[in-house]
């Protein structure tokens, strides 16, 4: 029998040990997060898997006296995973400004189906149409969530009793369906405040939608060509969009580095040269020498004893370009790697510059700066995303060629 913990030199005591449910127990193995520990999202998880596990249990172990008493936590479970995660993407939308607030009492699952049915995300409206047919079936067994709890509705009249039968291996089914259409809708949403951040957005397209757009568009020389005119209309066709909501979105996508390289428009990094940058570049690929497939050295070093020397080396190049970068050069690569790396938008380029002259100023060691910079043997790959994302595509290949 596993011994009931009720005080420790570590723990103190136990401030729930006449508590059936929280008390402490030595064996922690089957300790679950809640509360400050735990997350919101954990409740919308929570209920879609306990409605699949429970009728994959009873199915599996073949539990027939159980299926008419389990059928309605199944049922509820699902329909309370659908309403919370409606919710949680109606409040987070609220939050950023992307749609109304509305009130969060109600359990009316449709409501707040068409309320978020607004939302200027094509994506998030996709991810929202692939839940419509589970939101209509609960809305017409449950409207009000209490069908599924409860025997009698509010009207006292007899819950479901226009249906007699439940197959759960329909449910079963249904439920795959249910938990991977409420994955991707909360994964949009999570995705679609990300985005937000960057500003890049206007009233009814999102940051997602511009990029659409953008891709849509002729090159930015040929906007007074009939291919304009063309693109426009079918652009504000699917996005329905008037005539100011769509110049409203061209500023949008001109704004941005990257968004506006898809017009054809370049951008400048701000303190780095296309030379100087393929010549640090250069540098590197002196310590890193290009390989095959099979890790074999192809250019630069053909002996191991070249190899060897040229580590001994990489000091040597480390301070050549400790003595060729300006400290505003130094914090423009230290800033273009990472945003690559740590996938970070175009958008935040010119903070994460700043950001980088701060902590270079704070530190004060160049050398350490750039011999960890040099030394990551991602480097070249990242600097080269990062130059197409920060809107200079042709600088992201001559990269590519180094």
Partial sequence: MTQVVTAGPELGPDPFSADPFFKRRLDTQWNACI???????????????????????????????ARDTLVLPILYNARHAVELVLK???????EVEALPRVKMLSHDVMAFWRHLRQVGDEKLRDELAALEPFIE??????????????????GGERSLDDRALANLEVIRESLDVLSQAILAFKNRTLTFLDERATGTFTARCSRRDLAAIANLLPRRELWNSSEFKWAKDKIK???????????????????????????????????LSDERLEW????????????????????????????????EGNG?????????????????????????RDHIFSEFYEERVGAAKRKHAAQGDRLETLDHLLTKTNF?????????????????????AI
């Avoid at 209920?47 to 073949?62: F, H, M, N, R």
């Avoid at 040597?316 to 300006?326: F, H, K, P, R, Y």
């Fill in 35 to 65: 509360g400050r520990q735990g997350d919101e999202e954990n409740y919308i998880d929570g209920y879609i898997d306990a409605a699949k596990a429970l009728v994959e249990t009873v199915i599996e172990k073949k539990l027939f006296g």
């Fill in 88 to 94: 949680f993407a109606a409040d987070r939308l609220a």
């Fill in 137 to 154: 079936s609960m809305d017409r067994i449950d409207a009000d969530g209490q069908a599924l709890r409860y025997h009698l509705n509010r």
């Fill in 237 to 271: 066709s699917r996005y329905g969009l008037s005539n100011t909501q769509f110049s409203l979105a061209l500023n949008a996508i001109q704004r941005s580095r990257e968004l506006n390289a898809l017009l054809g428009v370049e951008s400048t990094l701000l303190h």
């Fill in 280 to 311: 640090l570049a250069g540098q590197w690929r002196l310590m890193h020498p290009a390989r095959d497939e099979a890790g074999t050295v192809v250019s630069g070093f053909a002996t191991v004893k070249e190899l060897l020397e040229n580590d």
């Fill in 316 to 340: 040597e190049v480390v301070e050549s370009v400790d003595a060729t970068l300006t400290d505003d050069e130094l914090a423009d690569v230290d800033a273009i790697f990472y945003i690559a």
């Fill in 380 to 400: 070249l790959r990242c600097i080269t995303l990062a130059a197409e994302r920060l809107g200079r595509p042709s600088l992201a290949r001559k990269l590519a």
